[in-house]
């Protein structure tokens, strides 16, 4: 040791030997510990409107259209990724942060938008969570079960630590059904040759609506959004940013992508000799009769209400957060403010689902579908802010995560182009 480096009334430090806590290897539960915003994310997307757009894109077009989830899975894990490094390193939540370098009005804009396409979101998971469970209990009236889900939500919602209770029971739900959709696949006698050469993009006349509710719930830009939100309430650090995106940001997102890609594929096998979108409910339960006999059909309805509450959730507790932030009334879940809001979603998405019982399905696949005129608003921020010099500093978009960016946002913007048109004319 030099005579410089130790100095007179200083204590010589065994910094370079022993290494800095964040550099220590973790252990197998430190790092399952990491665990959690992405799958978060990742639940709120897998709700039933996947769920009704998957199986309506396998019946109606067969293999066709798996390379929509496989480009919208690309691109969500790049958008949630900017959003995770903006929680990391941002000192406030991610609408403030807009507000300061933006102007409040951005913010707002920001705030107002992701609420917006929770309230979308809240009709496909109002009129799921009923539907399936009427199946469950033959008899009963779908409305019935879609006004108990909600105030069973609501309820959930003034639990004390909500996140840490939700993210625990999503994480759990995600797991089972991805086994059941697992086995499904490989029961139903699916032409995997055929599926991998579905991987060229084509559009089938008629199916741009159903290709927007894909997009709209795959590359799901509110959730993708929240993630900066979960991740700064999980505190975590720059240090932790590699393990993060290893162990959470991208499994989280696969595995819906994957499971979504397992519907298409079982309801190929099992419904695609149909030729046409199925618009009843006990069409798309005949995608487990395969698997189950007559029992896939409770099979499946139990999956579609898990995914509708497990969707529920964190989209109630989102669309409260945001509005709240963007007026200033505070960044988290558990504020009055955003508990009434919260509340406000869940409300709209029943009174939807009470108004309009005509054909579920299709109501289910259109919300999904027009979520995805705010979705460009959203990606753009995103972007901009994840390429902020002073508030990211070594976690600054790369010019490949810019790239994948661009093309999120022009994808978004295309849709919802194309999805005007479609509505106009």
Known sequence: MTQKAVRKGTVPTMAAETPPAAMQPRSVWQTIALIGPAFVAGAWQFGPGNLASAVQAGSAYQYTLIWVIIVSTILMIFLTDMSVRLGIQSPVSLITSIKERLGTTMGMIAGIGVFLITLCFSVGNAVGAGLGLSLLVPGTAPVMWSLICTLFVAAILFIRSTY???EKVLVVMIAI?????V???FVSGADWAQAASSLIPTVPSGAWILVIALVGTNFSINAAFYASYATKERKRTAEEYRTVTA???IPGIVAPGIMTILVIVVAAAVLGETGSQLD???GLAKVFEPLAGPVGGFIFALGFCGSAISSMIPNAIAGGTM???????????GTTTARITSGCVLAFGLAIAMLFQGSPVQLIVLAQALTVLVAPILAIFIVYMANDRSLMKNLRNKWWQNVFGIIGVVSVCALSVRLLINVVF
């Open 164 to 166: 840490a209770v939700v």
């Open 177 to 181: 059904m991805a086994i059941c959709f």
């Open 183 to 185: 086995i499904s696949a």
């Open 247 to 249: 162990v959470d940001t």
């Open 280 to 282: 009843s409910f006990a």
């Open 323 to 333: 509005l709240s932030d963007a007026f200033g009334k505070g960044a988290s879940a």
